[in-house]
């Protein structure tokens, strides 16, 4: 059913992750079992796939009580047959990254963070926000019809 992930594709997942995409959502589970989907902003840092989310947030609460997610990233739409467009698929666990506001690693990630979403230098000192970091257990990589590339980690 799916081809696996070549070098090739790997490079083209690996820029659409660093952030060449138009726009991304995150999966969750929710607490009555319904998936919930969010508009969030990925980070590419240090090897490692980042958010910076609330605490207080839905996503959030359904991560404390199910934290297998998936992350959906829609590249732009180049062919006239919207579902023939690329994007990608991935799954995996993601946990709180417990630090402190004044600990250089949160510096290090929030300035990083300010560089891809303004603003967030801010917010993201407010108690509520903190970095939760993604670990990829499948990727999946529509390029197009017949296209399809699947890697299990």
């Known amino acids: ?18 952030g060449e995409f138009e726009y991304s959502v995150l999966g969750t589970i929710g607490t009555q079992g ?36 998936s992350f959906y990233f829609s590249l732009q739409e180049i062919n ?6 690329p994007r990608l698929t991935l799954n995996g666990k993601i946990n709180k990254v417990e630090l402190e506001k004044n600990d250089q690693q949160f510096k290090n990630l929030l300035y990083a963070y300010n560089k891809i979403d303004k603003g967030s230098k ?4 407010f108690t509520d926000f903190n970095f939760y970091k993604f ?17 299990i980690y």
């Open 122 to 125: 801010m917010w993201g000192m």
């Open 34 to 69: 319904y998936p919930f989907i969010s508009k969030i902003l990925p980070m590419y840092y240090d090897d490692g796939l980042y958010i910076l989310i609330s605490d207080l947030s839905e996503h959030t609460q359904n991560i404390k009580g199910n934290n297998k997610v």
């Open 1 to 18: 059913m799916y081809q696996n992930i070549n070098p090739k594709i790997e490079k083209k997942i690996e820029k659409i992750i660093k």
């Open 80 to 85: 006239k047959s919207k579902l023939n467009n």
């Open 135 to 151: 670990e990829l257990e499948k990727a999946l990589f529509i390029e197009g019809f017949g296209e399809a590339y699947q890697k």
